[in-house]
T-cell receptor, first 113, second 110 residues
Framework: NAGVTQTPKFRVLKTGQSMTLLCAQDMNHEYMYWYRQDPGMGLRLIHYSVGEGTTAKGEVPDGYNVSRLKKQNFLLGLESAAPSQTSVYFC????????????FGPGTRLTVT | QQPVQSPQAVILREGEDAVINCSSSKALYSVHWYRQKHGEAPVFLMILLKGGEQKGHEKISASFNEKKQQSSLYLTASQLSYSGTYFCGTVHSGNTPLVFGKGTRLSVIA
């Protein structure tokens, strides 16, 4: 039982390049989330999904796209990376939203130069 | 809307107690608490639900005042392992996602 895994762990991009971050969970959770964490800002929700085939915008969705084609996977895409997207990205999953805890992946440290 | 946490940072000696507060300007459905150690992912501590139900950690307690739209996390007899950043997250209604505060950095020293 691996829990929540994220790929890759580290990445350096040049401005304008694209990339996809992969999140996978093996707990059969319905809900999945992508957060970014910047110093002093806490965890800010980028996009989330309430089930396979669904996605919704969070607090800071601009510049990101997501897809949830399979229940266990949630992909975060950056089409044209900008230095402002330098951050640590966390994926999380939960069985339900309001009354169940979120399980976080180990994070991806992304640097855009 | 992001909840407000206070204090922003606190330093304790082992064995001392601490209280971390979380407040919202909107009515709350539930409050969640997480702890994050440096370089690691956040880890769940506790959920407090409207109506008083509480689920979570055995050595850390919390309160939820629905009328004041506030929650407090109580850490008693602190240990070195309590060091980290504590985040509260709030849910306002059934269709809104969890929103985290900016965090409270807790340092426990010997």
């Amino acid at each position: 039982n691996a829990g929540v895994t994220q790929t890759p762990k580290f990445r350096v991009l040049k401005t304008g390049q694209s990339m996809t971050l992969l999140c996978a969970q093996d707990m059969n959770h319905e809900y999945m989330y992508w957060y970014r964490q910047d110093p002093g800002m806490g965890l800010r929700l980028i996009h989330y999904s309430v089930g396979e085939g669904t996605t919704a915008k969070g607090e800071v969705p601009d510049g990101y796209n997501v897809s949830r084609l399979k229940k266990q996977n949630f992909l975060l895409g950056l089409e044209s990376a900008a230095p402002s997207q330098t951050s640590v990205y966390f994926c999380a999953s939960s069985y339900w939203r309001e009354t169940y805890e979120q399980y976080f992946g180990p994070g991806t440290r992304l640097t855009v130069t | 809307q992001q909840p407000v946490q206070s204090p922003q940072a606190v330093i304790l000696r082992e064995g001392e107690d601490a209280v971390i507060n979380c407040s919202s300007s909107k009515a709350l459905y539930s409050v969640h608490w997480y702890r994050q150690k440096h370089g690691e992912a956040p880890v769940f501590l506790m959920i407090l639900l409207k109506g008083g139900e509480q689920k979570g950690h055995e050595k850390i307690s919390a309160s939820f005042n629905e009328k004041k739209q506030q929650s407090s996390l109580y850490l008693t007899a602190s240990q070195l392992s309590y060091s980290g950043t504590y985040f509260c997250g709030t849910v306002h209604s059934g269709n809104t996602p969890l929103v985290f505060g900016k965090g409270t950095r807790l340092s426990v020293i010997a």
